[in-house]
């Protein structure tokens, strides 16, 4: 079972205490883009094998939206942050580089 700890609240919660809410740092499109851009942002997505990062919600806890980075394959957590960070954390990053040194990177 995949666990979790919310930054928000500091609980380690299995995955049936939590809402998986898709892909995180996605650039959003809206008002003045591009048909492509907009049609980009509402149905392309990543499907990685290996490191991915994911919006969680905390919905039988504090019901806090938070951000965090796993392995697809292994279900390995790396590690989870605050939704409101607009990129992973270094130590973070580092953690992962460390892990899988073929990594290419979040972006």
Same mark, same amino acid.
């Given at each position: 079972?995949?666990?979790?700890?919310?930054?928000?609240?500091?609980?380690?919660?299995?995955?049936?205490?939590?809402?998986?809410?898709?892909?995180?740092?996605?650039?959003?499109?809206?008002?003045?883009?591009?048909?492509?851009?907009?049609?980009?942002?509402?149905?392309?997505?990543?499907?990685?094998?290996?490191?991915?990062?994911?919006?969680?919600?905390?919905?039988?806890?504090?019901?806090?939206?938070?951000?965090?980075?796993?392995?697809?394959?292994?279900?390995?957590?790396?590690?989870?942050?605050?939704? %409101?960070?607009?990129?992973?954390?270094?130590?973070?990053?580092?953690?992962?580089?460390?892990?899988?040194?073929?990594?290419?990177?979040? %972006?």
């Amino acid at each position: 079972m995949l666990t979790l700890t919310c930054p928000c609240c500091g609980v380690t919660a299995e995955e049936t205490e939590l809402t998986y809410g898709h892909e995180a740092h996605l650039k959003r499109f809206g008002p003045g883009s591009t048909d492509d851009e907009f049609a980009g942002y509402l149905f392309t997505r990543k499907n990685p094998k290996g490191v991915h990062f994911e919006r969680w919600r905390h919905s039988f806890g504090c019901g806090k939206w938070f951000l965090a980075a796993r392995d697809t394959v292994t279900l390995e957590v790396y590690g989870t942050y605050p939704a %409101q960070t607009t990129e992973p954390p270094a130590d973070l990053v580092a953690k992962i580089k460390e892990k899988c040194p073929e990594w290419e990177g979040w %972006q």
